[in-house]
Protein backbone atom coordinates (compact mmCIF):
# COMPACT_ATOMS: atom_id res chain seq x y z
CA UNK A 1 0.00 0.00 0.00
CA UNK A 2 1.42 3.63 -1.10
CA UNK A 3 4.78 4.03 -2.75
CA UNK A 4 4.62 3.05 -6.33
CA UNK A 5 1.30 2.89 -8.42
CA UNK A 6 1.80 1.72 -12.15
CA UNK A 7 0.15 3.65 -14.61
CA UNK A 8 -2.78 2.06 -16.56
CA UNK A 9 -1.00 2.73 -20.16
CA UNK A 10 -1.02 -0.50 -21.37
CA UNK A 11 1.82 -0.22 -23.88
CA UNK A 12 5.04 -1.68 -22.50
CA UNK A 13 7.98 0.82 -21.42
CA UNK A 14 5.99 3.23 -20.83
CA UNK A 15 4.45 2.61 -17.47
CA UNK A 16 3.61 5.71 -15.72
CA UNK A 17 4.87 5.56 -12.10
CA UNK A 18 3.83 7.95 -9.18
CA UNK A 19 5.28 8.11 -6.28
CA UNK A 20 3.02 9.09 -2.88
CA UNK A 21 4.58 10.14 0.49
CA UNK A 22 3.72 8.02 3.46
CA UNK A 23 3.21 8.68 6.60
CA UNK A 24 2.89 6.37 9.94
CA UNK A 25 -0.11 7.32 11.65
CA UNK A 26 -1.51 5.14 14.90
CA UNK A 27 -4.66 3.87 14.81
CA UNK A 28 -5.86 2.89 18.21
CA UNK A 29 -9.05 0.84 17.29
CA UNK A 30 -11.34 -0.46 20.03
CA UNK A 31 -11.61 -4.66 19.53
CA UNK A 32 -14.14 -6.78 20.90
CA UNK A 33 -15.18 -10.28 20.60
CA UNK A 34 -18.35 -11.08 23.00
CA UNK A 35 -17.34 -14.63 22.75
CA UNK A 36 -13.68 -14.09 23.98
CA UNK A 37 -13.54 -10.58 25.76
CA UNK A 38 -15.12 -9.59 28.80
CA UNK A 39 -15.21 -5.67 27.63
CA UNK A 40 -13.79 -3.82 24.77
CA UNK A 41 -10.40 -3.02 24.53
CA UNK A 42 -8.10 -0.67 22.16
CA UNK A 43 -5.55 -2.36 19.98
CA UNK A 44 -3.10 0.18 18.33
CA UNK A 45 -1.89 -0.62 14.55
CA UNK A 46 0.91 1.68 12.73
CA UNK A 47 -0.81 2.18 9.27
CA UNK A 48 1.14 3.75 5.89
CA UNK A 49 -0.73 6.46 5.35
CA UNK A 50 -0.74 8.11 2.07
CA UNK A 51 -2.67 10.98 0.88
CA UNK A 52 -6.06 10.43 -0.13
CA UNK A 53 -6.23 7.26 1.94
CA UNK A 54 -9.54 7.23 4.05
CA UNK A 55 -10.31 5.61 7.20
CA UNK A 56 -12.02 2.92 5.74
CA UNK A 57 -8.30 2.35 3.27
CA UNK A 58 -6.96 2.39 6.48
CA UNK A 59 -8.84 -0.44 8.06
CA UNK A 60 -8.34 -2.51 4.84
CA UNK A 61 -4.46 -1.86 5.31
CA UNK A 62 -4.78 -3.41 8.64
CA UNK A 63 -7.05 -6.37 7.84
CA UNK A 64 -4.34 -7.12 4.63
CA UNK A 65 -0.89 -6.29 6.61
CA UNK A 66 -1.16 -6.71 10.11
CA UNK A 67 -3.98 -8.77 11.44
CA UNK A 68 -6.87 -10.27 9.40
CA UNK A 69 -8.99 -10.59 12.25
CA UNK A 70 -10.17 -6.99 12.50
CA UNK A 71 -14.19 -6.90 11.72
CA UNK A 72 -15.79 -4.16 10.31
CA UNK A 73 -18.72 -3.43 8.16
CA UNK A 74 -18.82 -2.06 4.83
CA UNK A 75 -20.41 -1.97 1.25
CA UNK A 76 -20.25 0.89 -1.29
CA UNK A 77 -17.25 2.99 -0.38
CA UNK A 78 -18.79 6.19 -1.53
CA UNK A 79 -21.07 7.36 1.04
CA UNK A 80 -23.93 6.16 -0.38
CA UNK A 81 -24.82 2.63 1.48
CA UNK A 82 -23.93 4.21 5.21
CA UNK A 83 -22.62 1.12 6.27
CA UNK A 84 -19.34 2.32 7.85
CA UNK A 85 -20.50 4.27 10.60
CA UNK A 86 -18.10 4.54 13.51
CA UNK A 87 -16.87 6.45 16.11
CA UNK A 88 -13.54 8.11 14.16
CA UNK A 89 -11.88 10.87 16.47
CA UNK A 90 -14.99 10.31 19.39
CA UNK A 91 -16.83 11.86 16.28
CA UNK A 92 -19.57 9.36 14.60
CA UNK A 93 -19.17 9.50 10.99
CA UNK A 94 -18.66 7.49 7.60
CA UNK A 95 -15.19 5.35 7.58
CA UNK A 96 -15.19 6.15 3.37
CA UNK A 97 -15.77 9.48 3.97
CA UNK A 98 -13.04 10.62 6.20
CA UNK A 99 -9.55 11.27 5.07
CA UNK A 100 -7.09 9.97 7.49
CA UNK A 101 -4.82 13.30 7.45
CA UNK A 102 -7.59 15.80 7.36
CA UNK A 103 -8.24 14.50 10.68
CA UNK A 104 -4.40 13.63 12.25
CA UNK A 105 -1.01 13.73 11.11
CA UNK A 106 -0.02 11.20 13.93
CA UNK A 107 -2.75 8.92 15.33
CA UNK A 108 -6.01 8.85 15.05
CA UNK A 109 -9.29 6.76 17.31
CA UNK A 110 -11.42 4.40 15.54
CA UNK A 111 -14.72 2.61 17.62
CA UNK A 112 -18.12 1.48 17.10
CA UNK A 113 -21.33 3.42 17.03
CA UNK A 114 -22.11 4.31 20.39
CA UNK A 115 -25.66 3.61 21.84
CA UNK A 116 -25.35 0.34 20.30
CA UNK A 117 -24.61 -3.14 21.11
CA UNK A 118 -21.38 -4.40 19.85
CA UNK A 119 -21.33 -7.40 17.49
CA UNK A 120 -18.22 -7.71 17.22
CA UNK A 121 -15.24 -4.80 17.13
CA UNK A 122 -15.94 -1.68 14.82
CA UNK A 123 -19.47 -3.46 13.86
CA UNK A 124 -22.37 -2.39 15.87
CA UNK A 125 -26.07 -4.26 15.78
CA UNK A 126 -28.31 -1.46 13.98
CA UNK A 127 -31.15 -3.85 14.87
CA UNK A 128 -32.86 -1.29 17.55
CA UNK A 129 -32.64 1.41 15.02
CA UNK A 130 -34.36 -0.45 12.35
CA UNK A 131 -37.15 -1.85 14.39
CA UNK A 132 -37.77 1.70 16.03
CA UNK A 133 -37.56 3.36 12.58
CA UNK A 134 -40.34 0.54 11.75
CA UNK A 135 -42.68 1.39 13.92
CA UNK A 136 -43.31 5.39 12.88
CA UNK A 137 -44.35 3.71 9.76
CA UNK A 138 -42.01 5.16 7.42
CA UNK A 139 -43.84 4.89 3.79
CA UNK A 140 -46.52 6.79 2.07
CA UNK A 141 -50.15 5.73 3.92
CA UNK A 142 -53.24 6.68 1.38
CA UNK A 143 -56.61 5.19 0.86
CA UNK A 144 -55.54 1.54 -0.96
CA UNK A 145 -57.56 1.62 -3.97
CA UNK A 146 -55.61 4.67 -5.14
CA UNK A 147 -52.00 2.65 -4.46
CA UNK A 148 -52.89 0.13 -5.96
CA UNK A 149 -54.82 1.76 -9.07
CA UNK A 150 -51.81 1.97 -11.46
CA UNK A 151 -53.40 4.87 -13.42
CA UNK A 152 -52.21 8.59 -12.95
CA UNK A 153 -49.78 10.12 -10.75
CA UNK A 154 -49.89 12.06 -7.38
CA UNK A 155 -48.81 15.59 -8.40
CA UNK A 156 -46.69 17.36 -6.07
CA UNK A 157 -45.51 20.76 -6.71
CA UNK A 158 -41.53 21.77 -6.29
CA UNK A 159 -42.66 23.53 -3.08
CA UNK A 160 -43.94 20.62 -2.07
CA UNK A 161 -41.16 18.67 -2.45
CA UNK A 162 -39.04 21.29 -1.25
CA UNK A 163 -40.87 20.55 2.46
CA UNK A 164 -39.31 17.11 2.77
CA UNK A 165 -36.90 16.84 0.29
CA UNK A 166 -33.87 17.00 2.67
CA UNK A 167 -35.11 14.58 4.78
CA UNK A 168 -35.25 11.90 2.28
CA UNK A 169 -31.54 12.04 1.90
CA UNK A 170 -30.35 10.07 5.13
CA UNK A 171 -28.90 6.70 4.73
CA UNK A 172 -30.01 5.39 7.93
CA UNK A 173 -26.11 5.02 9.12
CA UNK A 174 -26.94 5.28 12.49
CA UNK A 175 -24.59 8.56 13.46
CA UNK A 176 -27.07 10.37 14.74
CA UNK A 177 -27.80 7.61 16.62
CA UNK A 178 -24.86 7.50 18.11
CA UNK A 179 -24.12 10.55 18.71
CA UNK A 180 -27.64 11.38 20.22
CA UNK A 181 -26.82 12.21 24.35
CA UNK A 182 -30.84 11.84 25.21
CA UNK A 183 -30.50 8.29 23.32
CA UNK A 184 -27.13 7.05 25.39
CA UNK A 185 -29.63 7.90 28.40
CA UNK A 186 -32.60 6.68 27.36
CA UNK A 187 -33.05 3.76 25.33
CA UNK A 188 -36.86 3.99 24.69
CA UNK A 189 -36.28 7.12 22.78
CA UNK A 190 -37.14 6.67 19.39
CA UNK A 191 -33.83 8.58 18.03
CA UNK A 192 -33.03 11.34 15.30
CA UNK A 193 -33.30 8.98 12.49
CA UNK A 194 -36.41 7.32 12.92
CA UNK A 195 -38.47 10.80 13.69
CA UNK A 196 -36.82 12.18 10.62
CA UNK A 197 -38.02 9.84 8.86
CA UNK A 198 -41.25 10.16 10.31
CA UNK A 199 -41.72 13.74 9.46
CA UNK A 200 -40.56 13.14 5.91
CA UNK A 201 -43.61 11.10 5.84
CA UNK A 202 -46.21 13.89 7.90
CA UNK A 203 -44.27 16.70 5.06
CA UNK A 204 -44.86 14.50 1.94
CA UNK A 205 -47.79 16.27 0.52
CA UNK A 206 -49.15 13.03 -1.16
CA UNK A 207 -49.16 11.04 2.15
CA UNK A 208 -52.51 10.99 4.75
CA UNK A 209 -51.13 9.19 7.59
CA UNK A 210 -50.03 11.85 10.49
CA UNK A 211 -53.19 10.89 12.30
CA UNK A 212 -51.66 7.61 12.42
CA UNK A 213 -48.42 8.60 13.12
CA UNK A 214 -48.94 11.66 16.16
CA UNK A 215 -49.95 8.77 18.87
CA UNK A 216 -46.15 7.59 18.55
CA UNK A 217 -44.48 11.14 17.59
CA UNK A 218 -45.77 12.64 20.52
CA UNK A 219 -46.06 9.63 22.90
CA UNK A 220 -42.87 8.46 25.23
CA UNK A 221 -40.09 8.56 23.69
CA UNK A 222 -41.26 10.12 20.99
CA UNK A 223 -40.11 14.10 19.70
CA UNK A 224 -40.66 15.59 22.93
CA UNK A 225 -37.87 13.81 24.39
CA UNK A 226 -35.87 14.99 22.63
CA UNK A 227 -33.45 17.95 24.26
CA UNK A 228 -32.24 19.70 21.06
CA UNK A 229 -28.52 19.37 21.75
CA UNK A 230 -27.68 18.98 17.83
CA UNK A 231 -25.32 16.80 17.60
CA UNK A 232 -27.63 14.44 15.62
CA UNK A 233 -27.26 17.54 12.59
CA UNK A 234 -24.15 18.21 13.12
CA UNK A 235 -22.55 14.68 12.50
CA UNK A 236 -24.56 13.75 9.88
CA UNK A 237 -22.58 12.65 6.21
CA UNK A 238 -25.43 13.36 3.91
CA UNK A 239 -26.72 17.48 5.76
CA UNK A 240 -29.78 15.92 6.85
CA UNK A 241 -30.80 18.20 9.54
CA UNK A 242 -32.54 15.52 12.23
CA UNK A 243 -32.89 18.10 14.75
CA UNK A 244 -34.69 20.50 12.60
CA UNK A 245 -37.32 17.58 11.82
CA UNK A 246 -37.98 16.86 15.33
CA UNK A 247 -38.18 20.84 15.94
CA UNK A 248 -40.74 20.74 13.14
CA UNK A 249 -42.45 17.43 14.52
CA UNK A 250 -43.26 19.48 17.89
CA UNK A 251 -44.95 22.50 15.87
CA UNK A 252 -47.09 20.10 13.74
CA UNK A 253 -47.83 17.76 17.10
CA UNK A 254 -48.65 21.35 19.22
CA UNK A 255 -50.56 23.10 16.64
CA UNK A 256 -53.11 19.57 15.96
CA UNK A 257 -53.77 19.60 19.53
CA UNK A 258 -54.54 23.39 19.95
CA UNK A 259 -56.49 22.71 16.33
CA UNK A 260 -54.49 25.20 14.78
CA UNK A 261 -52.69 23.06 12.37
CA UNK A 262 -53.26 24.10 8.86
CA UNK A 263 -55.58 21.40 7.02
CA UNK A 264 -53.85 20.52 4.09
CA UNK A 265 -55.77 18.30 1.72
CA UNK A 266 -53.49 15.80 0.06
CA UNK A 267 -52.85 16.27 -3.10
CA UNK A 268 -54.60 14.43 -5.85
CA UNK A 269 -54.09 12.12 -7.86
CA UNK A 270 -54.11 13.71 -11.69
CA UNK A 271 -53.49 11.51 -15.08
CA UNK A 272 -51.20 14.66 -16.64
CA UNK A 273 -50.08 18.09 -16.06
CA UNK A 274 -53.01 20.33 -15.80
CA UNK A 275 -55.45 17.56 -16.81
CA UNK A 276 -58.11 15.50 -14.91
CA UNK A 277 -59.00 12.70 -16.78
CA UNK A 278 -57.79 9.31 -16.76
CA UNK A 279 -55.25 7.97 -18.50
CA UNK A 280 -55.78 4.76 -20.07
CA UNK A 281 -54.72 1.76 -18.25
CA UNK A 282 -50.95 1.42 -18.53
CA UNK A 283 -49.09 -1.57 -20.31
CA UNK A 284 -45.74 -2.92 -19.80
CA UNK A 285 -43.05 -1.72 -22.85
CA UNK A 286 -42.34 -4.19 -25.31
CA UNK A 287 -39.21 -5.99 -25.11
CA UNK A 288 -36.54 -4.18 -26.63
CA UNK A 289 -33.63 -6.57 -25.90
CA UNK A 290 -34.01 -9.77 -28.38
CA UNK A 291 -35.17 -13.23 -26.49
CA UNK B 1 -53.35 12.20 21.07
CA UNK B 2 -50.87 11.17 23.07
CA UNK B 3 -50.72 12.69 26.42
CA UNK B 4 -47.33 13.97 25.59
CA UNK B 5 -48.06 16.60 23.37
CA UNK B 6 -50.61 17.73 25.91
CA UNK B 7 -48.48 18.05 28.50
CA UNK B 8 -45.87 19.29 26.61
CA UNK B 9 -47.66 21.89 25.35
CA UNK B 10 -49.23 22.87 28.63
CA UNK B 11 -45.47 23.09 29.79
CA UNK B 12 -44.89 25.57 27.01
CA UNK B 13 -47.34 27.54 27.29
CA UNK B 14 -47.00 27.77 31.16
CA UNK B 15 -43.31 28.85 30.41
CA UNK B 16 -44.51 32.16 28.92
CA UNK B 17 -47.04 32.99 31.25
CA UNK B 18 -44.01 32.38 33.60
CA UNK B 19 -42.04 34.54 31.88
CA UNK B 20 -44.91 37.67 31.99
CA UNK B 21 -45.54 36.74 35.48
CA UNK B 22 -41.96 37.05 36.73
CA UNK B 23 -40.90 39.91 34.56
CA UNK B 24 -43.90 41.60 36.46
CA UNK B 25 -43.16 40.34 39.95
CA UNK B 26 -39.06 41.51 39.51
CA UNK B 27 -40.31 44.85 37.97
CA UNK B 28 -42.44 45.51 41.20
CA UNK B 29 -40.46 44.25 43.59
CA UNK B 30 -37.33 46.25 42.02
CA UNK B 31 -38.42 49.21 40.58
CA UNK B 32 -42.28 49.84 42.11
CA UNK B 33 -40.63 51.53 44.85
CA UNK B 34 -38.52 53.95 43.04
CA UNK B 35 -40.43 54.66 39.80
CA UNK B 36 -43.84 54.38 42.26
CA UNK B 37 -45.45 51.39 40.21
CA UNK B 38 -47.70 49.44 42.20
CA UNK B 39 -46.33 50.90 45.56
CA UNK B 40 -47.93 54.26 46.50
CA UNK B 41 -46.73 54.23 49.95
CA UNK B 42 -43.39 55.37 49.91
CA UNK B 43 -40.22 53.65 48.04
CA UNK B 44 -39.94 50.85 49.74
CA UNK B 45 -41.88 48.64 47.37
CA UNK B 46 -41.73 45.45 50.08
CA UNK B 47 -43.14 47.99 53.26
CA UNK B 48 -46.30 46.50 54.65
CA UNK B 49 -48.24 49.28 53.66
CA UNK B 50 -47.32 49.06 49.92
CA UNK B 51 -47.88 45.32 49.98
CA UNK B 52 -51.18 45.64 51.43
CA UNK B 53 -52.26 48.12 48.79
CA UNK B 54 -51.51 44.88 46.45
CA UNK B 55 -52.56 42.89 48.37
CA UNK B 56 -56.41 44.60 48.50
CA UNK B 57 -56.35 44.39 44.70
CA UNK B 58 -57.82 40.67 43.52
CA UNK B 59 -55.74 41.36 40.02
CA UNK B 60 -52.79 40.76 41.99
CA UNK B 61 -54.02 38.18 44.45
CA UNK B 62 -55.16 36.53 40.96
CA UNK B 63 -51.88 37.11 39.88
CA UNK B 64 -49.85 35.45 42.28
CA UNK B 65 -52.39 32.40 42.46
CA UNK B 66 -51.80 31.85 38.77
CA UNK B 67 -47.81 32.43 39.14
CA UNK B 68 -48.12 29.41 41.94
CA UNK B 69 -50.03 27.26 39.68
CA UNK B 70 -47.97 27.98 36.68
CA UNK B 71 -44.75 27.74 38.46
CA UNK B 72 -45.86 25.08 39.91
CA UNK B 73 -46.71 22.62 36.67
CA UNK B 74 -43.65 23.81 34.58
CA UNK B 75 -40.92 23.30 37.47
CA UNK B 76 -42.58 19.76 38.42
CA UNK B 77 -43.46 18.69 34.89
CA UNK B 78 -40.01 19.50 34.31
CA UNK B 79 -38.56 17.84 37.29
CA UNK B 80 -40.93 14.67 36.14
CA UNK B 81 -39.15 14.54 32.53
CA UNK B 82 -35.77 13.95 34.46
CA UNK B 83 -36.82 11.54 36.87
CA UNK B 84 -39.16 9.61 33.58
CA UNK B 85 -36.05 9.66 31.60
CA UNK B 86 -33.76 7.30 33.92
CA UNK B 87 -35.87 4.67 32.62
CA UNK B 88 -37.53 3.85 35.88
CA UNK B 89 -39.80 0.78 35.37
CA UNK B 90 -43.68 1.43 34.59
CA UNK B 91 -45.01 0.90 38.19
CA UNK B 92 -42.66 3.46 39.30
CA UNK B 93 -42.87 6.02 36.99
CA UNK B 94 -46.78 6.15 37.40
CA UNK B 95 -46.01 6.70 41.28
CA UNK B 96 -43.65 9.61 40.49
CA UNK B 97 -46.08 11.07 38.67
CA UNK B 98 -48.63 10.68 41.30
CA UNK B 99 -46.36 12.00 44.08
CA UNK B 100 -45.95 15.22 42.15
CA UNK B 101 -49.40 15.57 41.46
CA UNK B 102 -49.99 15.31 44.78
CA UNK B 103 -46.96 17.74 46.06
CA UNK B 104 -48.01 20.08 43.21
CA UNK B 105 -51.61 20.22 44.22
CA UNK B 106 -51.07 20.32 48.46
CA UNK B 107 -48.42 23.41 47.58
CA UNK B 108 -50.90 25.11 44.94
CA UNK B 109 -53.81 24.51 47.34
CA UNK B 110 -51.85 26.10 50.11
CA UNK B 111 -50.27 28.84 48.65
CA UNK B 112 -53.99 29.95 47.40
CA UNK B 113 -54.87 29.47 50.46
CA UNK B 114 -52.05 31.98 52.01
CA UNK B 115 -52.58 34.59 48.89
CA UNK B 116 -56.52 34.61 49.26
CA UNK B 117 -56.26 35.16 52.70
CA UNK B 118 -53.92 38.04 52.83
CA UNK B 119 -56.21 39.87 50.34
CA UNK B 120 -59.39 39.30 52.59
CA UNK B 121 -56.92 40.46 55.44
CA UNK B 122 -55.63 43.61 53.15
CA UNK B 123 -59.29 44.58 52.47
CA UNK B 124 -60.19 44.65 56.05
CA UNK B 125 -57.29 46.86 56.73
CA UNK B 126 -54.77 44.74 58.15
CA UNK B 127 -57.33 43.88 60.75
CA UNK B 128 -57.81 40.41 60.25
Redesign the interface.
Known amino acids: MGGTHRGAGGREGIAMTQTKATRQIHFHVTRYNPEKDPKPYVQSYKVEVSEGMTVLDGLHWIKENLDPTLVWRYSCRMGICGSCGMLINGSPTLACNTQILHLSQSAITVGPLPNFEIIRDLVPDLLSMFEKHETVKPHIIRDEAELVDRRGEFYQSPEELEAYLQFTYCIKCGCCMGACPTLATDVRYLGPMPLTALERYNEDSRDEGFALRKGMAGGDGGAFSCHYAGECSRVCPKGVDPGKAIQLLKRKLVLDYLHLANKKKPCKKLEGPGQGKLLPNMTAPARTIPE | ?6 Y ?2 WH ?1 AAGVVLLFLLGLHMLVMHMGGSVHLFAPHGADAVSMENSQWRDSKICFAISYILLLGVGLYHGLYGLRTIL ?4 LKPALAKAVTAALVIVGLGLFGLGSWAAWAAHTVALVGGKG
Open positions: MSNGTKWTMLELT
